[in-house]
């Protein structure tokens, strides 16, 4: 009983994030930011082929510098006009020399709700502690020494 | 460069007994039972599990080299309990995942204010 404790979720978390904001735009907007493959790349930096359905892989290359060779399928899960976007996909799946499709995936979900001003976006991914442990000291070493650099250097750039 | 190109590799080879530790579901259960329940003896944490204390025990020591959680005395008690420093590290990880999710919601954020 105490190893299948229903408490344990009540340890400091490892599997998920969760990030909310608000932009200001109305709903529809924001759903065909992120409904929409073609918009969805633009600001995921990522050059999506063929549009999102439910059920169906999109892939794409990611169009950040030195990330050009990473190639990001997208599973779509489920598709709910205006309010609900979600996909599966492997983090950091960054090495082309390496097949990632037998390994777990972790899910993403976008909610999107009416605010005061515009649309409250919630961003869920989750199913962390299923990735095997070398690549999440992978995407540890990459985020030390890469990623992040590039996407800050990005922003520079745009702004 | 360098500097920071070692101390990256240091925190790397920081985590990685951390995540070891944490990729077992025996193990996950138990520091979820010492952050609500607290400082407990082997007895108290292998009680109705179905494991034996054997194998909590070897749990706990694997957990133990981790730094997630120490065992101290109380009275004539031996008890685990939390080391929630280390802890930290390990959500250091999802930290820097949740910073990139930052950059592309102000990206998103920019996209649709701007258009």
């Given at each position: 009983m105490?190893v299948?404790?229903?408490?344990?979720?009540?340890?400091?978390s490892?599997?998920?994030?969760?990030?909310?904001?608000?932009?200001?735009?109305?709903?529809?907007?924001?759903?065909?930011a992120i409904?929409?493959?073609?918009?969805?790349?633009?600001?995921?930096?990522?050059?999506l082929?063929?549009a999102?359905?439910?059920?169906?892989?999109?892939?794409g290359?990611?169009?950040?510098?030195?990330?050009?060779?990473?190639?990001?399928?997208?599973?779509?899960?489920?598709?709910e006009?205006?309010?609900?976007?979600?996909?599966?996909?492997?983090?950091?799946?960054?090495?082309p020399?390496?097949?990632?499709?037998?390994?777990?995936?972790?899910?993403?979900?976008?909610?999107?709700?009416?605010?005061?001003?515009?649309?409250?976006?919630?961003?869920?991914?989750?199913?962390?502690?299923?990735?095997?442990?070398a690549?999440?000291?992978?995407?540890?070493?990459?985020?030390?020494?890469?990623?992040?650099?590039?996407i800050?250097?990005?922003?520079k750039?745009?702004? | 460069?360098?500097?920071?190109?070692?101390?990256?590799?240091?925190?790397?080879?920081?985590a990685?007994?951390?995540?070891?530790?944490?990729?077992?579901?025996?193990?996950?259960?138990?520091?979820?039972?010492?952050?609500?329940?607290?400082?407990?003896?082997?007895t108290?944490?292998s009680?109705?599990?179905?494991?034996?204390?054997?194998?909590?025990?070897?749990?706990?020591?694997?957990?133990?080299?981790a730094?997630?959680?120490?065992?101290?005395?109380?009275g004539?008690?031996?008890?685990?309990?939390?080391?929630?420093?280390?802890?930290?590290?390990?959500?250091q990880?999802?930290?820097?995942?949740?910073?990139?999710?930052?950059d592309?919601?102000?990206?998103?954020?920019?996209?649709?204010?701007?258009?």
């Amino acid at each position: 009983m105490a190893v299948q404790t229903p408490n344990a979720q009540d340890a400091p978390s490892t599997d998920r994030i969760e990030k909310r904001v608000v932009l200001r735009a109305p709903q529809t907007r924001v759903w065909r930011a992120i409904s929409n493959s073609k918009e969805f790349g633009t600001w995921f930096r990522v050059n999506l082929e063929g549009a999102f359905i439910a059920g169906a892989t999109t892939k794409g290359k990611m169009t950040i510098p030195k990330y050009e060779h990473v190639t990001v399928d997208l599973q779509v899960e489920r598709i709910e006009p205006e309010r609900y976007f979600s996909y599966r996909w492997h983090p950091y799946a960054i090495d082309p020399a390496k097949d990632y499709s037998a390994e777990p995936t972790t899910l993403v979900e976008f909610i999107l709700e009416e605010a005061d001003g515009g649309t409250a976006l919630t961003i869920i991914e989750s199913g962390f502690d299923k990735i095997p442990l070398a690549r999440r000291v992978e995407a540890f070493r990459m985020n030390d020494q890469g990623w992040g650099g590039q996407i800050k250097a990005i922003e520079k750039y745009v702004s | 460069m360098s500097r920071s190109r070692s101390t990256a590799a240091l925190r790397v080879a920081d985590a990685v007994p951390v995540f070891v530790a944490l990729g077992d579901e025996t193990r996950l259960s138990l520091l979820g039972r010492l952050s609500v329940d607290g400082p407990l003896s082997i007895t108290r944490l292998s009680e109705g599990t179905g494991v034996t204390r054997q194998a909590i025990t070897r749990h706990l020591y694997a957990l133990g080299d981790a730094g997630l959680v120490r065992n101290a005395r109380r009275g004539r008690e031996m008890v685990w309990e939390l080391d929630a420093k280390r802890l930290e590290k390990a959500r250091q990880y999802l930290d820097q995942i949740a910073a990139q999710w930052d950059d592309a919601a102000d990206r998103l954020k920019a996209f649709v204010e701007d258009g």
